[in-house]
């Protein structure tokens, strides 16, 4: 009874809170979810939903099992996975935050990823594109493109880094026939209508944690709580808000560390596709902050051969604008990748 008692007292304390903050504070939390949906309208739908359709596209069609085959070598010394795994790191790296998780699910859906595999590879693939670390946190919040660089470069190779380590989680007893991985490639019109599916199914679910993480966050800024708290719950919970927060009070590894981490509005974004490859709560959120870690020391060891000065308390910084944009060299990627499927496409042909 008394355990039962402890489980139901979590949510009841967030329910009562959040009704709390509904009846007490009604204009604070329609501001933040008009905030929210401003943000989704703007910028998360038409940059995110594009890129998400064209990776899935890829996925889909086969693409991305064509450039892995060569790719497999790397993949299986480095992170104990198949060569199909290497466009969905390569685009998670590229696209931002939810993109990882998202193909991640989708491989291990059609049957090219064991879960043991999926699993491993939620709990790193999980990182901020260039556009946003470079030209948002870099360019408009530091006002230095070498810091976002260095700053994409930390978290990156964290990445990286934690991809390797969850190389020991790897079932090896668990059999392995290429035979059940292979990929086909499939038609253009096919593909085509369930990247769209897909990508739209995904685009409700993040733009819905958005606004509602909006909502919190400006329910907290009006907490009477020290300065420290409300920049500690900005950096956790919403990593677009605790990144310009924290840059005009904490060094850059900082910065690195809560690109890192994520934030929990991205955790919340990409929870279904996490229980959908069998991860468990606790072990993707001690990846994230041992991912933080990893990065902020990373940051430090980059800053001390290439050290740069920042700015830090410009008035007009705004990083909303660019949050969710792809950037060139994906946009070269993309453009690759569909070459690739021209040239590629035959009726029933196999890529092993």
């Keep these: 009874m008394r355990t039962k008692i402890l489980k139901s007292l979590p949510p009841v304390l967030l329910a009562g809170t959040v009704c709390w903050f509904l009846f007490t504070k009604p204009a604070v939390c329609t501001a933040g979810v008009r ?40 993949t299986k010394r480095l992170f104990h996975l198949p060569g199909v795994s ?19 699910a989708q491989l291990l859906s059609g049957g090219h990823i064991t879960q043991n595999q999926a699993m491993r590879m939620c709990l790193f693939c ?22 976002g660089v260095i700053l994409y470069a930390s978290t990156t190779l964290a990445t990286l880094i934690m991809g390797v380590l969850t190389g020991v989680l790897d079932d090896r007893k668990a059999t392995y026939d290429k035979r059940c991985v292979a990929v086909r490639l499939n ?59 924290a840059a005009g009070h904490f060094p850059i590894p900082v910065l690195a560390a809560i690109l890192s981490f994520a934030g929990l509005s991205v955790h919340c974004q990409i929870l279904s596709d996490l229980q959908f490859c069998g991860v468990k709560g606790s ?17 430090k060891g980059l800053l001390y051969f290439f050290p740069c000065e920042v700015s830090v308390f410009a008035t007009n ?17 993309l453009i690759v990748m569909s070459v690739l499927l021209i040239l590629e496409v035959e009726p029933n042909r196999k890529v092993c």
């Excluded at 085509?192 to 509602?212: D, G, N, P, Q, Y």
């Excluded at 072990?283 to 940051?299: G, Q």
């Excluded at 910084?317 to 990627?333: L, N």
């Design 35 to 74: 905030a929210g949906i401003q943000l989704c309208g703007n910028v998360v739908i038409p940059s995110l939903f594009v890129f998400m359709t064209v990776a899935s596209f890829l996925l889909n069609s086969g693409v991305l099992g064509l450039t892995g085959h060569f790719l497999e070598p790397v």
């Design 86 to 104: 290497a466009g969905v790191i390569f685009m998670g790296l590229i696209g931002g935050f939810p993109v990882g998780a998202k193909m991640t």
């Design 126 to 147: 999980v990182n901020a594109g260039p556009a946003f670390v470079i030209s948002a946190v870099g360019f408009s919040i530091l006002h230095s493109v070498r810091a």
């Design 187 to 245: 038609g253009v019109s096919k593909s085509l209508t369930k990247a769209v599916t897909e990508a739209a199914r995904s685009m409700f679910m993040i733009c819905a944690w958005v606004v509602l993480f909006f909502a919190v966050c400006a329910c907290v800024d009006t907490l009477a709580l020290p300065q420290g708290a409300k920049l500690f719950l900005s950096s956790i919970l919403e990593v677009t808000g605790g990144v310009q927060a």
């Design 283 to 299: 072990w993707f959120f001690t990846a994230r902050c041992i991912s933080a870690v990893i990065s902020a020391f990373l940051c």
């Design 317 to 333: 910084s705004a990083i909303t604008p660019v949050v969710y944009s792809v950037s060139v060299p994906a946009f070269i990627a």
